[in-house]
């Protein structure tokens, strides 16, 4: 019989919970807004209650005898070894916060649901999703990249999530590729984030290089008002065959090349899934970022070179999430 | 009773051999010119003369009850699992080579010497070489970096090699940090090595930026002729408070720390071991690199952050390939 785990997407905006099967996938999903002014005591009540609701649900259907607990992937630094959350961004007034053994507890005295509980960082539990249901289930190593608001990432190897020794591996976002350039963000000079995260994306497409201002179809799209100017509309006019746009795209998938080059040359990583809202423009980046990488790595490095697109767009965290339960339920069998 | 290892450097110009004591480090050593015009076979003939001539006399001294076999680092690509060498640098006309097998049956064959041998790249056996026996061994994860004619490197994860899924990782010299730049480096723009390998280290102390032409000290240290001028001018003037020298050491650390910075966010690793000739200029690097690295990198990320000399200069190789038994014994007889 296959496994089935709750995962749980905690954001500041919204909390999203899934009851995920080991083969089906996601069976069926739950989504609230966060009560992030309840702190987190509140949040760990919200989430208890959120988890025993669809658990219940869940419990109708399936075998209990093959539930393997509840993940949850977050934003900000976890420790996934001793459970905490520590400054999650949009989560004001949390600190470092015992997260695991609070939910576990809540759990089990509000609800009387004894449940394993993991947390894991939400790009490792995005890359982590992507390795077992999504774009990086042929791979044994590989990056996930997500191109969105900013530019993050997780690492897999050997099938497994590479955390790093203090868990915070897989930024590439700050990533430096033009030490002496222009562009400064969070305080660090030339990073692939402040290169072409989303916001520097349409600043760029209206740089004099580019010429979106030149461009009859973006102004049209944009009602000549360049504020309202959206990657989306770049993706659309690209794909009309729109100079300016089809160069802003070249000019961002060569920027993800060169730092894709240095993930290869430092890891021997060569293949990467792209994920992100941005990622939506697909082999419109792809396609260039393939022919930087190539360029810049060492024609030894070429053999077996791949960037694919994510499967999973914003359900790679719950689906990460929840295997990372299915993992443990493994691990600890073998150990019987 | 502690395990010996002999462990070789094959390099172009020279074979050097060392019988190496789990916890006495080397006891006696030997180099040879390397044949290499002999070809694979023929130096396959003098790795294993050479090999049984010290084991023998090891064995005089030593319990060979205790041999943990032969560690062998060379240059090029190593598979170390199908113990295969291709296409090493300096040494021509080999392609693609069973070196471990080759050797090991010429050790029996030839000299009744039946022994396990390991073959590693020879950047990775200095890591390694560095975590057991040098400027590594405190820490768990660590990157060496090293910087002479090229800038290279091998990684550590949880004490062990982290070779990555081709075996080439650690490539820190080709990691591009200046992706518009003017510098060009076997074909990639604006690389750690095209910036800062040797042969650029003079090149920008007589940049116009840098003003070595005008320092009279390193007139004198040159004798006026600039293509004279070598590191260690650069070295001595700097001690001697040479401003264009200092200028330039300074700017040699603040690239290597980018650099640094770099690996730091992707890999989280925070401990960074500097070896290699160049690295005899010491804190003239490594106070810039660290105040770099410093500057680079997140403030969460700038727990731990440590820039250490190598220890053990040209002889990790030697030391981690023979480290690398020991290793392979202690796994074997974890299994008994």
Same mark, same amino acid.
């Given at each position: ?43 760990? !009540?919200?989430?208890?209650?959120? #988890? ?61 649901? !004894? ?10 539990? #995005? ?6 249901? %999504?774009? %990086? ?7 996930? *990249? ?6 993050? %990432?997780?690492? @897999? ?5 590479? !955390? ?11 990533? @430096? ?14 990073? @692939? ?6 916001? !520097? ?67 021997? @990583?060569?293949?990467? *899934? ?53 993992? #443990? ?8």
């Amino acid at each position: 019989m296959p496994s089935w785990a709750l995962g749980i997407d905690l954001g500041g905006t919204n909390i999203k919970i899934a009851v995920v099967d080991e083969l089906k996938g996601i069976l069926f999903e739950d989504t609230q807004p966060t009560d992030a002014a309840a702190g987190p005591e509140g949040v760990v !009540r919200q989430l208890a209650f959120m #988890a025993d609701a669809i658990y219940q649900r869940a419990a109708e259907a399936l075998d209990t005898g093959f539930f393997a607990g509840i993940g949850l992937g977050a934003p900000g630094a976890v420790d996934a070894e001793k459970g905490t959350l520590s400054y999650p961004p949009n989560l004001p007034g949390w600190g470092r916060y015992d997260l695991r053994d609070q939910l576990q507890m809540r759990l089990e005295q509000a609800h009387g649901l !004894r449940s394993v509980v993991i947390i894991e960082n939400d790009a490792n539990a #995005a890359a982590y999703g992507e390795a077992i249901f %999504g774009g %990086g289930n042929a791979f044994r190593d590989f990056m996930l *990249v997500t191109l969105g608001t900013g530019v993050g %990432g997780g690492i @897999i190897l050997d099938r497994k999530l590479y !955390r790093g020794p203090s868990g915070t591996a897989g930024e590439i976002g700050f990533m @430096i590729i033009d030490f002496e350039g222009e562009s400064v963000h969070a305080g660090i000079r030339g990073t @692939i984030e402040g290169l072409i995260g989303k916001e !520097r994306i349409v600043e760029l497409a209206c740089s004099p290089e580019m010429g979106a201002s030149r461009s009859p179809r973006l102004n049209e799209l944009c009602s000549r008002d360049f504020s309202h100017l959206s990657p989306r509309h770049l993706e659309q006019a690209a794909k009309e065959g729109d100079a300016a746009a089809l160069r802003t795209w070249e000019r961002i998938g060569a920027i993800l090349g060169v730092g894709l080059a240095n993930i290869t040359a430092l890891m021997d @990583i060569r293949k990467f *899934v792209i994920g992100g809202g941005i990622s939506a423009a697909g082999e419109l980046i792809f396609k260039p970022a393939m022919m930087q990488l190539h360029r810049s790595t060492l024609p030894s490095m070429h053999d077996g070179l791949e960037i694919v697109p994510a499967r999973l767009g914003n359900k790679a965290g719950i689906y990460g999430a929840a295997a990372l339960c299915f993992n #443990a339920a493994q691990s600890s069998n073998r150990d019987d």
